[in-house]
Structure formats: C-alpha cells, structure tokens
C-alpha cells in the first residue's frame, strides 16, 4: 500500500516517510524527521525535531511529538527523539525532544500514552508503558518496561520507575519506585506490591508470592536499605531473578526509594 497524505497536510522538504505512512488533515511533519512504515500521522498532529519514529505508529489528533525541550539550558539546533514501534500517542499528547548534542529524549515499543499526558527531555521509557491522561515525566525521567502510571501522576525529574511498577492516580513520585510495587499518595510511598500486573503479566503465584515476601523485608520490618539487602542474602531465593532485579535498582537509586 502505497503512502497516503492528505492535500492538506504540510511535510516538509527533508522529512522521510516510509511505505504504508497516512498524513492526515492539516497534520504537519518537520524537516528533519523520519517515519517508518504502517505509522499514522492524524488530522491535526504534528511531528517534528530531529525525531526518528519506527513502524505502526499511531499520533492522534492534536498530538505534538517531536517538540523543543523545555529545558532553560537549550541552545538552539535541532535535537533527537527517537521512538520504537506500535505505540500510541493519544490526543493533545506532547513528547519533547533532547536538549543538546548527543543526548536523546527515547520511546521503546507498544506504550499507551493517553490524552494530555507529556514526556519530557532525555526521558527514557521502555516498553508497554501505560500511561494515563493528564500525567507527566519530568526531565530525565527513566521508566522501565511493563509500568502503569495513574491518571494526573507527577513524576520529578530524574526518577526511576522499575519494571512492572504502577504509580497511583494523582501521586507526587519524588524518589525511585522499585519494580513490582505500587507507590502512591503525595509524595509517592511504596503501598504494596502491583499483585494485579503481576498476574496479568503471567507471573506465578510462587513469584508473587515471593515479591511480597520481598516488600515485607524492604518496607515493614524497620530496616534500612542496608540492613534489607544483608538480609536477602541469607534468602534461600537470593538467586532468582526477581529478587536480583530488585536489588541492582536498588543499589542503583540516587534519589531514594519511594
């Protein structure tokens, strides 16, 4: 199927579009960017900066992918986003590109990034992220793979979210939240274990198990971080995979965890 545009549309000199590309209506795209096939660009949306964008791509209505950082430290140029395959930028959704040369503002693969909900410079996200309407990730924000982040969250600058991790609606995330867990409230503390995404990602009742025996030691015997990792180690699990994950982000935090 060959690339449809929309009389309407403005592309840019410059801009490259790959086989099976719809522009729609009054949609723009920049010079400088480059989509892959079987994306769609919708009536309204924009896509500039230096943004490379791969396959089956959908931006709807509204959105602006690909705009100037917010960042007072920019400088001028034209700077990189670069975005995975089969996500989905809903409607009045903006996701800003890196501030200088050699940085990256950079999107995996299937993330749900719905209505008004921002992403900003040299975040990077990872896979199947679930992002609700009205929430944000400030400046170098890192989100691992498998995360839902609730309606109207605030992610600070330079946070980390773990794999399969969920931030309640509404929450103020001000420091690391480990994988597996729920943090919520203002600001953000770790509740619980994310026990529903667990079992919709087809972790085992022994994992899960496991994890909450994991959240036990971490946030409800009156350790420090410190104390909690010595004692994982005389864990008869100490070795699985899960409980490994959760210790390298925790050892790895520079913001605390929530």
């Not at 501030?99 to 990034?113: C, F, K, P, R, Y």
């Not at 400046?139 to 982040?149: A, D, I, K, R, T």
Request: net charge negative.
């Amino acid at each position: 199927m060959a690339t449809q545009i929309h009389p309407t549309a403005l592309i840019e000199a410059g801009a490259e579009l790959d086989e099976d590309v719809i522009v729609g209506a009054y949609a723009y795209v920049g010079p400088h960017v480059r989509i892959g096939k079987g994306t769609e660009v919708m009536h309204h949306a924009t896509v500039d900066g230096a943004t490379s964008m791969g396959e089956g791509n959908e931006v709807h209505p509204y959105a602006y992918v690909g705009g100037k950082t917010h960042d007072l430290k920019y400088r001028g140029g034209v700077h990189g986003l670069q975005i995975g395959n089969k996500n989905v930028f809903r409607e009045f959704t903006t996701v800003h590109c890196a501030t200088a040369e050699g940085m990256l503002t950079s999107v995996g693969d299937h993330n749900l990034i719905l209505s008004y909900s921002h992403i900003a410079h040299e975040c990077v996200v990872g896979d199947h992220l679930v992002m609700s309407s009205h929430s944000a990730l400030g400046g170098h924000v890192e989100v691992g793979n498998h995360v839902n982040v609730g309606w109207g969250v605030g992610i600070h600058q330079f946070c980390h979210l773990g794999d399969y991790s969920m931030a309640g609606a509404a929450s103020k995330v001000v420091q690391d939240v480990p994988p597996y867990m729920i943090a919520d409230g203002n600001p953000a503390t770790a509740r619980t274990i994310n026990k529903v995404g667990l079992e919709r990602a087809g972790f085992s009742a022994d994992e899960i198990a496991l994890i909450r025996r994991l959240f036990k030691v971490y946030y409800k015997e009156g350790l420090n971080r410190r104390q909690a990792a010595e004692k994982l180690q005389s864990d008869p699990d100490f070795m699985n995979p899960l409980i490994q994950n959760f210790l390298k982000f925790a050892e790895s935090s520079e913001r605390g965890l929530s």
